[in-house]
């Protein structure tokens, strides 16, 4: 095969070139820079579409499809033509103005799509490789490790749930190969779960039709926070980043919210009214100025303090005077219908009876023709009945008609807003309100910069996720992912404590084990939210693994949350505010602050640093805190 090239000497000269060229000339179509800032050293395409790049004397290989074919080579730029089985489509390879290598899929935007394709295959991966995945706040698996656990088949990029962000890919002798995705709407991670693991793309439709060009540019660095700085350059050149210092100016609140602990405070009999279970008597009342009070006291000076079912403004006021955020939880995904009354308890109608009026209106409608399910409720027989969703394109309007005047009312100063970041945008296919996945993202973004923006309010999402993070202040969740690793049903027993064998195996050896956790989130997104674990994975559902979390909150940069009943918080109140001391401190420093820098300290991976961009530099060993989460310590 003829070689096509554009060669700069001191890249030919280089023995890991020479290398390269000697192993591809026969086979690659090959094109060779000098500039490649976060690109390759070079980078070739094969006849099936097979790519191959290298950089700092490092190759990485991945397979192509199964009919591509070189249309065209010259200039540095090859086309390429993929056989689907909707029709052709072009695949154009080149290197950016940057330097960065770039891929573009293209077809008639009209089109149907009716199977989704792969292309190209990830990174084959071998023994020793690192596989780099956005789960949550970031994991990190040994390509060969017998211990990875992958519980999906497919990860959507826009579900927050699933893959926290387009930015994915394979560290190998040093180097880190990274990819990254343009737009995430229509984009999902696959994994090949048969070590050595590997990972890569699956691209499905724009509401059924191909719609726009699908983009991916790749990353080549020889630390992970040089190849993340490359991939958040990018994200900002989109216009989708948006920091918390430019997020304060248009809400002064956010001034005072570094380091701000994230506390959720349950009545005793919470759970058991909203699951029909038998309610506990003799429990103490639910105080919300004695319970914050109490807090102040004991030293823990900024508090985010939440009520499930809301609070008085005679408490709102209480708890500005303290210094504190006022906040309640809020879901505009889930619509109570008329067909729900007859199994509902009064607990279900603190939020749903508002849409009663106007349910059958505001309902998202699948593609055929049905109301698409929500949260389920459950009968007095503890059978399961699903709410319907709300249509995203709604969603402020709904905020309109009834979070404003409630915020008003009680004088909120906070808001968690459910579900939404966390499941992503979802199509609608009512005839009255029809809405794409990318229009339901812009009304969820309006949404949230409405809350935040024109009412004031430090706003909340569950989980969250790239697509929405220039809308969102905090977020619960992220740094407790993948969901499958938590307790099953966790949200049932988010206000008690569990010790010893109550706390799952995988919850101990993947979710909470230093080893394969990285903050790839926090590497490109420290200053643009702020992360909390989830609810029903707060530091003291699991007393036994404060200790530890409060380590990750230190290293990450990000404040502790705390969930608990009024008799549980009475029982630990002195340990929680010596936890909030302890795991508040570095995200107090750094919540404005750019994470820098990422080590591994030891070839465990258990001691490790982190450095933000005013200097704060932070150590953690690991190591005598983790051997006590696999031992089991013994109940307390």
């Known amino acids: ?144 490790d017998p211990a990875a656990v992958f519980p999906r088949e497919r990860y959507p990029f826009s579900n927050g749930m699933a893959a926290s962000m387009g930015f994915f890919g394979v560290a190998r002798g040093g180097v ?49 926070p040089g190849v993340a700085d490359g991939y958040r350059a990018w994200r900002e050149s989109q216009g989708r980043v948006r ?3 430019e997020k304060a100016k248009a809400n002064p609140r956010l001034a005072s919210f570094p380091g701000t602990a994230d506390f959720w405070l349950w009545d005793d009999n919470d759970q058991n009214r909203l699951y029909n279970r038998p309610l506990v008597s003799g429990v103490p009342p639910l105080d919300v100025k004695r319970a914050a009070g109490e807090m102040k006291a004991l030293g823990m000076d900024r508090v985010l303090l939440n009520v499930f079912n809301g609070m008085s403004r005679e408490d709102a006021v209480f708890l500005a005077g303290q210094g504190y955020l006022s906040g309640t939880y809020d879901c ?19 939020r749903a009876a508002r849409f009663l009026p106007i349910a059958g209106d505001i309902v998202r409608i699948n593609g055929d023709g049905t109301p698409t399910r929500a949260w389920t409720i459950p009968d007095r027989n503890g059978k399961m009945h699903a709410m319907h969703a709300l249509c995203d394109a709604l969603s402020l309007d709904m905020c309109r008609r009834f979070i404003a005047p409630e915020v008003a009312s009680v004088g909120y100063t906070s808001r968690l807003m459910d579900v939404q970041a966390g499941g992503g945008p979802v199509a609608c296919h009512s005839k009255v309100h029809p809405c794409t996945r990318a229009g339901a993202l812009e009304a969820l973004r309006a949404e949230h910069r409405y809350l935040a923006d024109d009412l004031g309010l430090v706003v909340g999402v569950e989980v969250g996720g790239e697509c929405l993070v220039d809308s969102y202040h905090y977020a619960e969740g992220l740094p407790s992912l993948p969901h499958e690793f938590r307790k099953q049903l966790c949200w049932r027993y988010k206000d008690q404590a569990l010790y010893d064998d109550e706390i799952p195996v995988l919850t101990r050896k993947i979710m909470h084990n230093p080893k394969y956790r ?35 909150c230190s290293l990450y940069g990000i404040p502790p949350i705390y969930s608990m009943n009024v008799s549980t918080w009475n029982r630990l109140k002195k340990d929680v505010a010596a936890s909030f001391v302890r795991a508040s401190e570095v995200a107090r420093e750094t919540m404005f602050s750019r994470m820098v820098s990422f080590e591994w300290l030891t070839p465990d991976r258990l001691v490790q640093r982190t450095r933000f961009a005013n200097g704060r530099t932070v150590t953690v060993d690991f190591r005598e805190e983790y051997a006590k989460v696999v031992s089991a310590a013994p109940r307390r």
């Open 1 to 144: 095969m003829k070689v096509v090239a554009i060669m700069n000497k001191s890249v030919i000269d280089s023995d890991s070139t020479k290398a390269f060229l000697a192993c591809c000339a026969s086979v690659f179509v090959l094109s060779l820079s000098a500039t490649g800032q976060c690109g390759p050293d070079a980078w070739s395409v094969g006849n099936g579409g097979e790519v191959s790049c290298a950089f700092g004397g490092v190759e990485f290989r991945a397979g192509g499809a199964d009919s591509a074919s070189v249309k065209s080579a010259a200039d540095g730029r090859v086309e390429l033509e993929l056989a689907t089985r909707d029709g052709p489509v072009k695949a154009v390879w080149e290197r950016a103005a940057d330097g960065a290598l770039e891929l573009v899929l293209s077809a008639p935007a009209g089109r149907a799509m009716t199977a989704p394709f792969a292309y190209p295959a990830g990174w084959t991966t071998r023994e020793g490789d690192d596989l780099v995945l956005p789960f949550g706040e970031g994991i990190v698996y040994p390509a060969c």
């Open 176 to 224: 880190w190969a990274m990819a990254g995705v343009e737009d995430i709407l229509t984009a999902n991670l696959v994994c090949r779960t048969n070590a050595p693991y590997t990972a890569g793309i699956m691209w499905t439709s724009e509401e059924g039709k191909w719609g726009h060009d699908r983009r991916l540019r790749f990353f080549f660095g020889k630390s992970l």
């Open 243 to 245: 920091t918390l210092a």
């Open 332 to 350: 505009l995904r889930d619509i109570f219908h008329p067909g729900l009354l007859e199994f509902a308890n009064p607990s279900n109608f603190v």
């Open 518 to 552: 990285i903050p790839l989130w926090e590497l490109v997104y420290h200053d643009c939210v702020v992360n909390y674990h989830y609810w029903a994975d707060s530091l003291f559902l699991y007393p036994q693994l404060a200790p530890l979390k409060e380590q990750f």
